[in-house]
């Protein structure tokens, strides 16, 4: 279990979280399940849909996605890729327990797969060595980088490149980071349904001279058809990419509660006063007005394109089509409260039939942790202190 809490980015330690919510009362909330997207009457497709022969009750739970801080590691990062059961919110409460019983999670070198995948983060000018490692792979898969522009057997897509990376094979890429900003990359064979099955992060190349905000967070959007991942797993449903049927919505790989929980989800956790900058990748197939309540904040960053002052202007929704990045920036200088960040296409704030649920979050002032609502929040979270 991770040593932090928060989302991906700023962090505090779980004994200041402790500190600050006062110890409250908290319980852990047991048992998973599939979603139940139960429409099973479109065709099947090509060669991805074989399921492999694998006890899905025998792989692990993903984790978090990890910040990798490339440049500490002289330029180089190694990226797997795994079977992996996701827990989107394993609890009983708000409309759970909500599981994916199969994804195909990333990894970065010793680390956990997670889905999101790993979030690699490098500097400007900083070319990045990529490894993808597919010796223990059932199934062929590449890596394409957005926001780098590479060399063109670098790209990623085996169509137009004739390179793919074969089971038992590695491939390593070479990524300039010559784009700064907030980026993604996915695996681009048979597309349609690695992404669907989780192969996707975040990149991020900060430009030479960057000065982080006093809170900076990522924070990847995502809407599912479970079909595919029920199927992957053996369950007997069939999935059409033509005719999706989204039914699990995530922010960071987790619905509401479980977005909340401080080591699994991804609360923003803030005090007053705070410059916090929040980077959104939009992952999924939909778009998505994301709205944070009581903050005012400004679009700063679009695909890694600076917006220039002059055409910045305060607003509280911002609207992230399928592959955008937007980066937005806010002061923390609401009553310190819980205040919810969400797509406002309100069916996707569902776990099922049930909302509140899905693709919402919080904005935690940590001056509210201690809180009773609080505390009733992280009951419906699952959080257990360890």
């Not at 970065?108 to 000018?125: F, K, Q, Y």
């Not at 001279?209 to 058809?225: H, I, L, N, Q, S």
């Not at 995530?250 to 705070?274: C, F, Q, W, Y």
């Not at 704030?349 to 909302?355: K, L």
């Amino acid at each position: 279990m991770r040593k932090y809490v928060g989302a991906p980015g700023s962090t505090m330690s779980r004994r200041e979280f402790l500190a600050a919510t006062g110890g409250a009362g908290i319980f852990g909330l047991a048992g998973c399940t599939a979603p139940t997207n139960e429409d099973s009457n479109a065709a099947v497709g090509t060669d991805d849909t074989t399921t492999a022969a694998t006890d899905n009750s025998a792989l692990p739970y993903t984790s978090p996605p990890e910040v990798v801080q490339v440049d500490d590691q002289g330029g180089k990062v190694t990226l797997k890729s795994a079977p992996a059961r996701h827990a989107v919110h394993p609890g009983e409460s708000m409309g759970g327990p909500v599981e994916l019983p199969q994804v195909w999670a990333f990894s970065a070198d010793d680390g956990d797969p997670s889905v999101p995948g790993p979030i690699l983060r490098t500097t400007e000018g900083n070319d990045m060595e990529v490894t993808l490692d597919n010796t223990d792979g059932m199934r062929p898969h590449t890596v394409h980088f957005h926001g780098a522009q590479k060399a063109w057997k670098d790209d990623g897509v085996p169509t137009t490149t004739g390179i793919r990376v074969d089971p038992g094979e590695k491939h390593t890429y070479t990524i300039p980071a010559n784009v700064p900003g907030t980026h993604l990359y996915h695996c681009h064979y048979q597309t349609h349904r690695h992404i669907e099955m989780g192969m996707y992060g975040i990149f991020r190349v900060d430009p030479k001279g960057y000065e982080p905000a006093d809170k900076e967070y990522f924070m990847t959007v995502r809407d599912w058809d479970s079909r595919l991942p029920r199927q992957m797993a053996g369950e007997d449903v069939s999935y059409d990419p033509r005719n999706r049927k989204p039914d699990v919505f995530t922010v960071n790989g987790k619905s509401a509660p479980r977005t909340l929980h401080p080591e699994d989800g991804s609360p923003i956790i803030v005090e007053h006063g705070d410059k916090v900058r929040l980077h959104y990748v939009n992952a999924g197939y939909m778009s998505h007005p994301m709205h944070i309540h009581n903050h005012r904040f400004q679009l700063v960053e679009k695909d890694g394109g600076v917006i220039p002052e002059a055409a910045r202007y305060e607003e509280d929704v911002t609207n992230i089509a399928p592959a955008e990045r937007h980066t937005i920036e806010f002061t923390a200088d609401s009553e310190p409260g819980i205040y919810l960040m969400h797509c406002h296409k309100v069916n996707h704030v569902m776990n099922g039939d049930f909302y509140p649920g899905g693709m919402l979050g919080g904005v935690v002032y940590k001056e509210a942790m201690k809180s009773d609502i609080f505390s009733q929040l992280m009951d419906y979270a699952g959080y257990e202190p360890q």
